[in-house]
């Protein structure tokens, strides 16, 4: 079933600055094609045509022509033709994606080539998200309004990850900030029929974002909030099919070049989620509600080198707190019958230098170091007797 059965409404409304070309670095090997043609008897050049920068992940390749392993691109004009709403939508259409709930949580992992979503790895610039309490990274958490593209490797791909990318690598690279003062604002609202739940719109997704760019400053702030109310394909079915859920995203990315060769970037995010998930023990038996709330905190730092001959460096420490909570509660009953509390504190440090010892050929040295803490509790009331 389409979740999206019928689109109502789409409004975007942009405003942007003069703007003038930005050189973007990116993580990883960056590439920049440009092709130019002239006119025969002509002395001015053709309109140049300008491709966009092309990260691949644990390669010492700067060309797509010669890199070693096959990258496929999602754009961010597809992810708007697809009205996708987070990362997991986007990946759904993918051909050779294994995309499935996460064990003990509600979530959607990825799976690549057979192999489980540990042996995945997710990126976002090339950073690692935290994963749900210990498991893998949930998809759904991640929205779409800050992408710019979506770089998909399949297949083992470099030594920089060991066997966490042994199934392959997704990328995913955010928006950078331009130059003078833009601006977006987005409003989709949608509906499932006559399967929704309640009246309609059954959907709604807001968003904005603004950004700017100055000589030596950068920033670059966006919140998105997604709502669903879900949808029932089998009316007295065990389970509502469609959970009403809610999320929220805030992230903020702030900029300062120093020098010619020194940079700092700081990245603060926030991100929520509510979800309700009606069910049944059995048709026409006991009705229960259950309820998972999720609150991820982010903060992660990057100082960066540039030599200015290909030679970089980078330093990077990150902090993320994970909170989940869920509660199976009885309709009839005024009580939770089982609560259910998960937390996933995490640091990472990362050191990164990449030496150029030809043109087709980059060394890579690099050290990391990464920690995490997770505590969980579970409780059941009892049942009392009651008095005579």
């Known amino acids: 079933m389409n979740k999206r059965c019928s689109l109502s409404t789409i409004a ?8 003038c070309p930005v050189t973007r670095k990116l993580t990883g090997v960056s590439l920049l094609v440009c092709l130019a043609a002239l006119s025969p008897g002509h ?5 140049v045509a300008q491709l966009s920068p092309l990260a691949i992940p644990g390669t010492a390749t700067d060309s797509a022509e010669d890199a070693p392993v096959r990258t496929q691109v999602l754009t961010r004009a597809e992810l708007e033709q697809r009205h996708s709403r987070n990362l997991n939508e986007a990946l759904s259409l993918v051909p050779g994606l294994y995309l499935r709930e996460i064990h003990g949580k509600e979530g959607q992992e990825l799976w690549i080539q057979g192999l489980d979503a540990d042996r995945v790895l997710i990126l976002i610039d090339g950073e690692r998200p935290a994963p749900t309490t210990g498991s893998s990274v949930d998809l759904t958490q991640i929205g779409v309004l800050d992408i710019e593209r979506i770089e998909i490797i399949r297949g083992a791909t470099s030594a920089l990850y060991g066997s966490s990318a042994m199934g392959g690598v997704v990328n995913v690279i955010t928006r950078q900030p331009e130059s003078g003062f833009n601006y977006q604002l987005e409003a989709e609202i949608g509906s499932y029929d006559d399967k929704g739940v309640g009246n309609a719109p059954h959907t709604h997704r807001l968003g904005a974002n603004l950004s700017g760019r100055s000589e030596r400053f950068n920033y670059r702030l966006t919140a998105d909030r997604r709502h669903d109310d879900g949808f029932i394909l089998f009316p007295g079915a065990t389970s509502q099919h469609g959970h009403r ?3 929220t995203n805030l992230s903020g990315r702030f900029g300062v070049d120093l020098n010619d060769r020194w940079s700092l970037e700081l990245r603060p995010s926030y991100s929520e989620e509510d979800k309700r998930q009606p ?3 059995q048709p026409g038996g006991a009705a229960f509600d259950k309820l998972e709330t999720v ?5 992660s730092g990057a100082l960066r080198y540039d030599r200015g001959d290909g030679g970089t460096g980078l330093l990077r420490l990150s902090g993320e707190r994970f909170d989940n909570r869920v509660e199976n509660n009885a309709r009839l009953t005024d009580h939770r019958e089982s609560v259910r509390k998960a937390s996933l504190d995490s640091h990472a440090l990362e050191i990164q230098w990449n030496e150029p010892l030809s043109d087709r050929q980059l060394a890579t040295l690099g050290a990391g170091e990464n920690t995490s803490a997770c505590a969980s509790s ?5 049942a009392t007797a009651k008095p005579p």
């Open 245 to 247: 859920i809610t999320h």
């Open 43 to 47: 002395s001015t050049a053709a309109p």
């Open 295 to 299: 609150e991820s905190h982010r903060l």
């Open 279 to 281: 069910y049944r023990t």
């Open 12 to 19: 975007t409304a942009e405003g942007t600055a003069k703007a």
């Open 378 to 382: 579970m409780h059941k009331p009892t």
